[in-house]
């Protein structure tokens, strides 16, 4: 015979259920409740995995050892150091000017980015003359010859200086009529998806040059 207890018969736990299962899980089996704890524990190895692998990848992918397998990597890099220290004179210069909050008028902002403009002229004429006096034009490599990488840079920088000059133009010649959407800062549409200066900072940051980024102040 089975001896009963006050709170039913003997082995049943709280709530009634024999061997200590608990009445609101179904069917209460020990394989049952591991179950989704070991998809758990799967899930969490695996994010952590993930969290790990992404580091290594984004460690490695800008790492020199990485960068000297990219075919827009310069091999020049007596060029990329002084590139960077002009630029930075550049940024410089152009942080120093006036901002266009700055401005009293349309006329006076115009004349702000142009003296900026000026700044960003003189780089790329130093950025020119250096380039024909050190880099190859020719490279034993697979990649385009440091020359050529540098001059579709500059390139892409001078159309940057013609859209600063139409920038400044639009803003001399607006009137109280003219919408604030004609006067923004705009980029000659030269690539698809993105811009020509996202082009132009994407090297200059795989080169180990972010002075050489484009400047922000329009």
Do not use: K
Not at 117 to 129: A, G
């Amino acid at each position: 015979m089975t001896a009963n207890g006050p709170d039913g018969p003997a082995g049943a736990g709280p709530d009634g259920d024999a061997g200590g299962r608990a009445s609101g899980e179904p069917g209460g089996d020990a394989g049952t409740r591991r179950g989704p704890v070991r998809w758990r524990r799967l899930g969490r190895w695996l994010g952590g995995l993930f969290v790990v692998g992404s580091f290594v990848f984004w460690a490695w992918a800008f790492s020199p050892w990485a960068r000297t397998e990219n075919p827009a990597r310069l091999d020049n890099r007596d060029f990329v150091a002084w590139a960077d220290q002009r630029c930075e004179e550049a940024q410089s210069a152009i942080a120093a000017l006036p901002t266009a909050r700055q401005a009293a008028s349309r006329e006076e902002r115009a004349e702000q980015v142009d003296r900026a403009t000026e700044e960003v002229e003189s780089l790329v004429e130093d950025l020119r003359t250096r380039a024909r006096a050190s880099l190859a034009t020719a490279t034993e490599g697979d990649g385009p010859p440091d020359a050529d990488l540098v001059g579709d840079w500059l390139a892409d920088w001078e159309v940057y200086v013609s859209d600063r000059r139409s920038h400044s133009d639009r803003l001399r010649t607006a009137d109280e009529d003219t919408p604030d959407r004609e006067l923004r800062f705009l980029l000659v549409d030269m690539t698809e998806g993105s811009t020509y200066t996202e082009r132009m900072d994407g090297f200059s940051r795989l080169n180990n040059m972010d002075n050489c980024q484009v400047p922000g102040d329009v």
